[in-house]
């Protein structure tokens, strides 16, 4: 095949994916059919931040948590105001992401930190590589396809880049004196106006 025949290809934000005739998922939105041919190409007016795609077989029904699976995470997610799913543990985090979030944590006066009223930790964490039956299915249950995961008070927050830009932009600190945990780094900029 010459390169001639490649001299109308346009390389698309999406060119690290193979696609196939199949259906492309937007996050909590509708699946989109996408046709290929040799004369259509196709094109998204805006790309959302994660996408997933699935054969045209799977787009119909997303694989179910096992409700034994479901309650084993939801506690796991619960037992402390924050929790952080990862490698490792925050003592030693075996990847550089879930140390990078350990660290955040660790700015912000929460890792170490007890609860004043029941003297209970702040912070669990729990090393998804030591049972692989809950790596796979926190994937489903929070929807988010990496590690580290961080909880506060259940809900679902983000992954390492969600928390790293949260610092940077002073929201965590926010969400974290919101929420009653506290951050040690709001009461360093207190302490510096008094």
Same mark, same amino acid.
Do not use: N
């Given at each position: 095949m010459s390169l001639r025949a490649f001299s109308k290809l346009r390389i698309l934000p999406l $060119? =690290?994916?193979r696609l196939a005739q199949g259906s492309v998922s937007f996050l909590h939105s509708s699946t989109l059919p996408v046709q290929f041919s040799k004369t259509v190409r196709p094109t998204f007016a805006a790309l959302p931040t994660r996408i997933s795609v699935r054969s045209s077989s799977e787009a119909s029904s997303p694989p179910e948590l096992d409700k034994a699976l479901r309650n084993r995470?939801?506690?796991? !997610?619960?037992? !402390?105001? /924050? /929790?952080?799913?990862?490698? &490792?543990?925050?003592?030693?985090?075996?990847?550089g992401f879930s140390n990078a979030v350990c660290r955040i944590l660790e700015a912000h006066g929460v890792l170490g930190k007890h *609860?004043?009223? !029941?003297? =209970?930790?702040?912070? $669990? +964490?729990? *090393?998804?590589? +030591?049972d692989s039956e809950v790596r796979e299915a926190a994937k489903l249950f929070s929807d988010w396809p990496t590690f580290p995961q961080v909880f506060f008070d259940g809900e679902f927050i983000g992954g390492c880049d969600i928390l790293l830009d949260m610092h940077r932009s &002073?929201?965590? =600190? =926010? %969400?974290?004196?919101?929420? &009653?945990?506290?951050?040690?780094? !709001? %009461?360093? %900029?207190? &302490?510096k106006k008094n």
């Open positions: $060119s =690290a994916l995470l939801t506690e796991l !997610t619960t037992r !402390t105001r /924050v /929790v952080v799913l990862m490698k &490792g543990d925050p003592m030693e985090p075996r990847c *609860d004043p009223a !029941t003297d =209970a930790p702040l912070l $669990s +964490s729990f *090393d998804v590589l +030591s &002073g929201k965590l =600190a =926010a %969400e974290l004196e919101r929420r &009653g945990i506290g951050s040690l780094l !709001t %009461e360093r %900029e207190k &302490g």
